[in-house]
């Protein structure tokens, strides 16, 4: 589902009613903990913090012209989704996520390789979300970045 809008407000603002809450106190969170550096903006047509181009020119290495993105918020048709590359690509801040994540949730978490889903807004664990994105600099992000996926 691509998000409705060609900005970060303009997305905000597009969000499902019943999801809007939660959406934008989600975003909220994210961008109070995001280190410094990283940016909130558009990344393949979505709502992504980013790596901008004026620090890291090379942009994404599937898609240069795209920033590199480090993280992602999307509003789909079953679920709230927020997406993290570091703890895709960084086996210790993903162990530490799921042994933090049942301090902060009841819900059992749903998650792919870098994509985690929220179905009941009520059970985001926005605490946890801010403590995980203050985990990995811009620096130790490009650096992981380039030793794992850069070609």
């Not at 959406?23 to 903006?41: D, M, S, W």
């Not at 664990?125 to 030793?147: D, F, H, N, R």
Request: a positive charge.
């Amino acid at each position: 589902m691509k998000a409705t809008g060609n900005t970060v407000e303009e997305i905000l603002a597009n969000v499902p009613q019943d999801r809007s809450e939660a959406f934008n106190k989600l975003h909220q969170t994210i961008v109070q903990n995001l280190p410094e550096g990283f940016e909130a903006g558009i990344s393949y047509g979505g709502l992504g913090y980013v790596v901008p181009h004026h620090i890291y020119p090379a942009g994404y290495h599937c898609k240069p012209i795209e920033p590199l993105p480090f993280a992602g918020l999307a509003s789909q048709k079953n679920s709230i989704n927020f997406y993290h590359m570091g703890i895709y690509m960084d086996q210790s801040l993903m162990d530490w996520f799921m042994a933090a994540y049942p301090k902060h949730s009841k819900q059992k978490l749903d998650m792919g390789k870098s994509c985690i889903r929220f179905k009941k807004t009520e059970d985001i664990p926005y605490q946890l979300i801010g403590e995980l994105m203050q985990k990995m600099s811009l620096k130790q992000w490009v650096e992981l970045y380039e030793s794992k996926l850069k070609k």
